[in-house]
Every structure is written in C-alpha cells, then in structure tokens.
C-alpha cells in the first residue's frame, strides 16, 4: 500500500521554495494515495521562537496548504503536536540512531553555523523527530524538496535497524523520497548559491506566498542576474545559477520545462523576462494568497478541521504505537 506523509514548519512565512519544491507536488499526489499532511510544530521549537508567533504560524501553514489545494477531508491534514505518538517514537528512536549517523548530518552544521556548542540538542536531534513523523504512520513516500534527501536516507536507515534489531522484518517500510518537478531546489533570488530560505536574513532573497503583488514584482526585477540574455537553450544556463534559477521557477509556475521556457525566451534580455515572470507568478500565487486570508479569518473553522485531522492521524499512530511498544518490551 502506497502511503504519504509530508510536513512543513510553521516558522515564518511559507516561500515560493516550500511551494515549488513540495507543497505544489502535495496536490498532485492527494488523488493518488492516501495522504497525510502536517504542519510540523515541534520542529519550529528547535530554533528560538516566540509562543504567539508559533500559533499563529500553525493556523497560517494549515491555511496555506489548503488554499493551495490540499483537501482536508480526503487527506489527513493536523499539526503534529496534537499526536503525542510523535514525541513518543522520537525517544525510542533516539535510542537506535547511533551519533555517528546524526554526525554526517549536514543541515546541522549549516544551520549551528560556527555557535556549534551553543546550538541547541533539539536542533542536532531533528532528524530523528523527523523519521519519528514519517514512521509513525509506516509512510512508504515522502514528497520533499532536494534539501532533505540526506534526512530522508537516515529515516530509511534507522528504520532499518529498528527492524533489524527487534527481527521484525518489513515492521517499518524504507520510506522513499519523492523530490519532483523542475524545481526541486529553488535558490535565494539574491544569491544563486544559496537555497530560498525562511531563515535568510535578506527579505529580497525569497518570496512569500502572501506577498501582494507589488512584492512579488519589486522582488524578481531586484533578483540578482547577470547582463548576459537568456540562452536558447538549456546547456547555456551552466555556471549562470542566478539566470538558471529564474528559468527553473518560470518552468516549474507553468508547469513546463527549462528547454520550452528558453525555446520561448531564449535572446530576451533578463528585464523582459523578469516582467513576464513576475505576472506569472502573481497569477499563481495571488489567488493562493486570497484563500488563505478567507480561511483565516475563521480561526474557529480551522482549529476545527485540525481537531478532526489530529484525531484521524491519532488513530494510526496509536496502533502503531501499541506494536512498537509490543516489540521493544515496554
Ligand atoms: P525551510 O527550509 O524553508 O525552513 P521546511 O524545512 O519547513 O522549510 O521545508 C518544507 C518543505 O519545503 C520541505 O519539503 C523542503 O524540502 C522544501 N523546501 C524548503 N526550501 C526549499 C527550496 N529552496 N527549494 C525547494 N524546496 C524547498
Ligand atoms: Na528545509
């Protein structure tokens, strides 16, 4: 049986990188498997947060993913807080992950940065909560962006040793990473080295779902390019990360390719381009702003639909809680 599970922090504002590398691909896989979709809380405690901010933020990511398209009733849809399965399988993981594997990890050491000693445990543990998530609901397929392939393969090895060292074959399955479409690592629009980041202190470098259109288009004509024109096709993007980038949110808002976008824009100078991108992305991401703001303003309907989501995830994660529980003698 096919089963998905995904999940976003609600720590600022969700950014064209969480939507083209994972949230847009969300949609398109709901009709296919049963899905579970989580607005992971637990996480965004793991760099300093302010309370009222952190529940605001969960209602905000909950609304985002709907308004993009997520059906709450035909997936699961909840914040992971409201499961305490979570808190619970991450502890008896812990105890399985050897620290060499969390070791090679290397979002830890970008986001400790040099404060290595000063970071927090949570922060180095996060990947182990993070499997704990996926496995909790024995996920066979996780719809990610390319940043967290490396903590996608330490869910599959500690679930590994886990069914090794309980002899119970086959308990949790290997979950695998599904990193789709065009742009699956979406880079800083100020800095083609970098990925679009909630955390990157510069505002210009990504863009908000909610920016209004102004934003959006004062954003992108301030997007780092340089003076070449765009090639004609796709080879001419090597070594130009800032032009390749442009391309790559233009294929993937249009849901096409590099080679189609170049075929069609190929010799334009990059103001050109820049225009005809910023309307494409209002027209995309506007009407996802909008439903946001409805769903919003009734907070009452969306605690709602979360109570209900927790408890329909609460009812797996039980059941798989009672065999873990089962197998490791506690
Ligand atoms: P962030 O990295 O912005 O804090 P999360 O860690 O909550 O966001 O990631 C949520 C999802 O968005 C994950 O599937 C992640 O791989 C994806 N994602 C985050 N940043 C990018 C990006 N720049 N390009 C593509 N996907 C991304
Ligand atoms: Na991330």
Redesign the pocket.
């Known amino acids: 049986m096919t089963l998905i599970f ?1 999940g ?2 609600p ?1 600022r504002q969700l ?1 064209l ?2 939507y ?3 949230l847009k691909n969300w949609v398109k896989l709901q009709h296919d498997a049963q899905a579970i979709f989580c607005v992971v809380d637990m996480h965004a405690m793991t760099i300093a947060h302010d309370p009222e901010t952190l529940r605001s933020n969960i209602r905000e990511v909950a609304a985002a993913y709907i308004a993009a398209g997520i059906d709450p009733e035909k997936n699961i849809l909840f914040n992971q807080s409201a499961v305490p399965g979570h808190a619970e399988l991450n502890w008896i993981l812990t105890c399985h992950t050897p620290l060499g594997w969390l070791n090679r990890m290397t979002q830890f050491k970008e986001k400790a940065g040099k404060q290595k000693d000063n970071a927090v445990l949570g922060l180095y543990a996060y990947p182990v909560l993070m499997a704990a998530d996926i496995l909790l609901y024995k996920a066979t397929h996780v719809p ?5 392939k490396q903590h996608l393969e330490l869910a599959r090895d500690i679930a590994g040793a886990f069914n090794r060292y309980y002899k119970a074959d086959d308990f949790f399955p290997l979950p695998e990473p599904q990193i789709l479409g065009e ?4 880079m800083s629009l100020r800095d083609g080295t970098k ?5 990157d202190e510069s505002e210009y470098s990504r863009i908000n779902l909610t920016d209004d259109a102004d934003t959006i288009a004062l954003k992108i004509r301030k997007a780092k390019t340089d003076p070449e024109p765009l090639p004609s096709a796709a080879e001419g993007l090597e070594g130009r990360p800032e032009a390749a980038n442009l391309v790559t949110i233009y294929a993937a808002l249009s849901d096409t390719t590099k080679a189609a976008v170049l075929s069609e824009f190929g010799g334009q100078q990059f103001s050109a381009f820049k225009g005809a991108l910023a309307d494409l992305a209002v027209a995309r991401l506007a009407p996802i702003a909008g439903e946001m703001n409805r769903l919003l303003g009734d907070r009452a309907e969306l605690d709602r639909l979360l109570k209900r989501g927790a408890e329909r995830a609460g009812e797996i994660a039980g059941r798989t809680m009672n065999e873990v529980k089962d197998l490791v003698g506690l």
């Open positions: 995904s976003m922090q720590t950014h990188g969480n083209l590398g994972a990610v962006g390319e940043d967290q742009a699956t690592r979406v990925k679009m980041s909630k955390s």
